[in-house]
């Protein structure tokens, strides 16, 4: 090393194979035969290099959703199955393995009960680096790995790996404290210091897998998730949002930007997307966390719509589209429809009264003041006379700014374009509704979006 100020350096070697060896570690200078030169040393350490199953079951989880993206998309197979199979070879006969038979970690899984179970360290080595006798590995690390087993398990149908993902996932409920109408839970079994904010994507993020999978966790647990960093952990600022450090409310905010799994409950609370954006509108991505974050916010981007193919419910009625608005509607009149879907499992359906209009309405934020946006669509009817309609209103002024009726009882696709209010502060809102409330009939809806007119997507 020649640098003049202070750097981070780091170097490899290997401990002898065998043991008893007097292994020292020295300081000084790279050249001793010149004279007068002086080095500074600090925070020296060494660190073995051990395998983590929290690791493993991050990337390995990635890797098991590209499968599964795979398997079920036919226009990927020709490009990507090959990929997919050596992967998930892969992933059933190394990975996997590794940590329940390989002769280098053992057996870490531990069955705690009927319907519990857990992952535990190693009892060949220790990864953590110290001589602490808890047994029982932090339940981010073994839900990381629970994770994967699920998504391999919807690949494969092993029956052993839900059997491991569900106990984790029970272990992991079991250990929370419900507090008014929010979740708060710990780092671990053996401690008493709070889960922080960035291990804990791990937790809500499998938690939500299990949710999405029907494992373990129901809407009502999604929704105390949601709480615990709307009324909890976040400051209530759209502007300047920070949350806290642990997932009890307390700490500094210096970990607001590791909020990769969190941004996903945007489904159950819409100000999330904010909590999240805010903290890149004026930085660029300088990791590969960040890149994800980024995609994160894309995902949840209120200029474009919030859930446009109507896959998300609400905490309280499975029929009720996340972040769609009944107005004058129920959920006989306005619903997820498994049965007139486009793409996915689901679609709108909006049924006419023949009286009062009934319809769905989403706020639309955060868009650019006078600038050209298209509205896009897939829509069909039942051949009613009510037909369906789909338009944009500027509630402050009354102004319709964009209105597509359809009829067709075929799927179809269809845009219009508009162009936005100049003043950013006006309420505006987009609406799915019948377009002759007073006649019969079903209007069905999917795949609905806004975009700037002058970019693709």
Known sequence: ????????????????????????????HMDYTVSGGRAY?????????????????????????????????????????????????????????????????GNTWASLSSGTGTYKQSTQFDAFSHSASWTY?????????ARMLLVLHGVNGDATYLDRAQRNGQYFKNA?????DDYIWNYAYYTST??????????????????????????TDMQRFTNTIATRMWNGSTTSPAVTKYVDGSGDTSFSKYLVEWTQYAQWKRSLYWVVAEQYRNSSAQSGYDMLALARIMTWDV?????????????????????WYRVGSSSTT?????????????????????????????????????????????????????AGVVYVENLDTGQVLASEPFSSTGWT?????????????DDVRIYIANQDPSASGEAHVDQIRIRPTAEPW
């Open 1 to 28: 090393m020649d640098d003049t100020s202070w750097q981070y350096y780091s170097t490899e070697c290997r401990t002898p194979t065998a043991t008893g060896h007097d292994l020292e570690v020295w300081l000084g």
């Open 176 to 180: 929370l404290t419900l507090s008014g």
């Open 41 to 105: 040393f600090d925070d020296v350490k060494i660190s073995g290099k051990f395998p983590y199953i929290v690791h493993d079951g991050m990337v390995g989880t990635s890797i098991a959703h590209f499968i599964e993206l795979v398997e079920q998309t036919p226009s990927l197979q020709a490009a990507y199955a090959t990929k997919a199979d050596a992967y998930l070879n892969f992933l059933e006969n190394e990975l996997v393995p590794r940590w329940e038979s390989s002769s280098y970690i």
């Open 413 to 425: 696709s269809h845009s219009v374009t508009f162009t936005a209010p100049s003043n950013t502060g």
């Open 137 to 145: 590995l932090p339940y981010n690390q073994s839900l990381a790995f």
């Open 334 to 386: 306005a619903y997820r429809d498994s049965t007139n879907a486009y793409a996915g499992d689901y679609g709108l359906t909006i049924v006419s009264t023949g009286g009062t209009a009934q319809s769905v309405s989403q706020p639309w934020e955060d868009w650019s003041p006078s600038t050209s946006y298209t509205v896009e669509f897939v829509g069909k009817t039942d051949g009613g006379s009510a």
């Open 303 to 323: 200029a474009k719509l919030l859930n446009q193919g109507f896959e998300l419910e609400t905490s309280f009625d499975p029929t009720y589209a996340a972040q």
């Open 194 to 219: 709070p889960e922080d904010t960035s291990h804990a994507n791990l937790d809500v993020g499998a938690a939500r897998e299990m949710y999405q999978r029907g494992v373990v966790f129901n809407a």
